[in-house]
Nanobody
């Protein structure tokens, strides 16, 4: 089970840090991803981190502004979001997939089999 938190209403240029806590004892073997869905749009990939923590990828729209990280001891993955703009407004979801190798990453939502409930991020101009 995944529990996401940290969303809120901010102004353009502000920062937010999302957290996603996983229950269970296999978090260290999960590839973790963040996705988002804006009203009227399809869910889109935001960022992914391998369970080893060494492989990270970002959507072009957030590259250089967002940072994904994880703390396997705390069963938590984070998404630090800086320089937010109104186009970042969306419901943000964390997702997990058990991976067989430390550097596995996945970019499509159907590659993931465990999802959090989402946390809303709203950025005003």
């Amino acid at each position: 089970q995944l529990q996401a938190s940290g969303g809120g209403l901010v102004q353009a240029g502000d920062s937010l840090k999302l957290s996603c806590v996983a229950s269970g004892r296999t978090f260290s073997r999960y590839t973790m991803g963040w996705f988002r869905q804006a009203p009227g749009k399809e869910r889109e990939f935001v960022a992914v981190i391998s369970w080893g923590g060494t492989i990270r990828y970002y959507a072009d729209s957030v590259k250089g502004r967002f940072t994904i990280s994880r703390d396997n001891a705390e069963n938590t993955v984070y998404l630090q979001m800086n320089k937010l703009n109104p186009e970042d407004t969306a419901q943000y979801y964390c997702a997990a997939r058990t991976a067989s190798v430390a550097d596995a990453v996945y970019f499509r939502d159907y590659d993931y089999d465990l999802w959090g409930q989402g946390t809303q991020v709203t950025v005003s101009s």
